[in-house]
């Protein structure tokens, strides 16, 4: 940045990205930015891209089964919030939401419904698919996991917050099947595009503290595949979203 002339602030306009993820990426070497904003960054900075990211170069050269996987964290709150953030302020196609209660969104992505109206905009589908509030596997996880903040309290915020949105105005949101509970309340799979976290829940913990895998598509059959085809199972038996006072 030095040889070119550029300041943080600077490289962000000619990048299209904030000052303070172009600082992020400066001060966390784990941090690799997506591919567009790293072509970007290297014809401003007029250097090859493993210059500035030499762990890209390294995974491209991956042949084992873990190729795909970009990051994996011990717990799903060691994700970096921005993380979340930037996936779903890059995506442009497809952003699908297939955590149980999906709740923690709102609070740890910053301006959530901001992006979610902006990208509904831009023409990406956005997708909700959440464990229905009622539902006996929702019960069964309550009294497994004995904490305040229930589980079908989480589903409701999520449900709240999606009719703050226009009543899923462009956005779809379904419950899982019953008979999908199961599997559906064990493994969140969230897609950005070509890139997703997933989380597999253990035991008795909350999902924030089960381990996630940052993934991203390669090639078919690969890891990305096969937990986007699970939870496109899982969608297509899903049952629309309908009004507490219509259900009763």
Not at 104 to 132: A, H, M, N, S
Request: hydrophobic share 35%; charged share 30%; proline share 5%.
């Amino acid at each position: 940045m030095e040889s070119a002339g550029l300041s943080p602030r600077q490289l962000a306009l000619r990048v299209g990205v904030s000052g303070k993820t172009v600082e992020r990426w400066i001060s966390n070497d784990d941090l690799i930015p997506h591919a567009r904003n790293r072509e970007d960054a290297c014809r401003a900075l007029g250097v090859d891209e493993e210059m500035l990211w030499p762990k890209v170069v390294k995974e491209r050269i991956k042949t084992g089964g873990d190729r795909e996987i970009l990051h994996s964290y011990p717990y799903r709150s060691a994700c970096p919030s921005n993380v979340w953030g930037e996936l779903t302020e890059q995506a442009t196609s497809e952003l699908f939401f297939a955590g149980y209660t999906n709740y923690f969104l709102w609070t740890q992505v910053p301006d959530f419904p901001g992006i979610l109206r902006r990208k509904k905009q831009e023409g990406c589908r956005i997708r909700f698919l959440i464990g229905d509030p009622n539902g006996e596997v929702t019960r069964q996880r309550e009294t497994i996991e004995d904490v305040a903040l229930t589980v079908s309290t989480r589903i409701r915020i999520t449900l709240e917050e999606l009719e703050k949105l226009g009543n899923l105005e462009g956005i779809e949101a379904r419950f899982s099947a019953p008979q999908d509970a199961v599997n559906h309340v064990s493994l969140s799979v969230f897609r950005f595009d070509s890139e997703a976290l997933v989380t597999p829940h253990l035991a008795r913990l909350v999902g924030h503290d089960s381990p996630l895998l940052h993934l991203r598509r390669i090639g078919d059959g690969g890891m990305f595949s096969r937990f986007a085809e699970h939870a496109e199972e899982l969608w297509e038996r899903a049952v629309p979203i309908q009004s507490e006072e219509s259900r009763a």
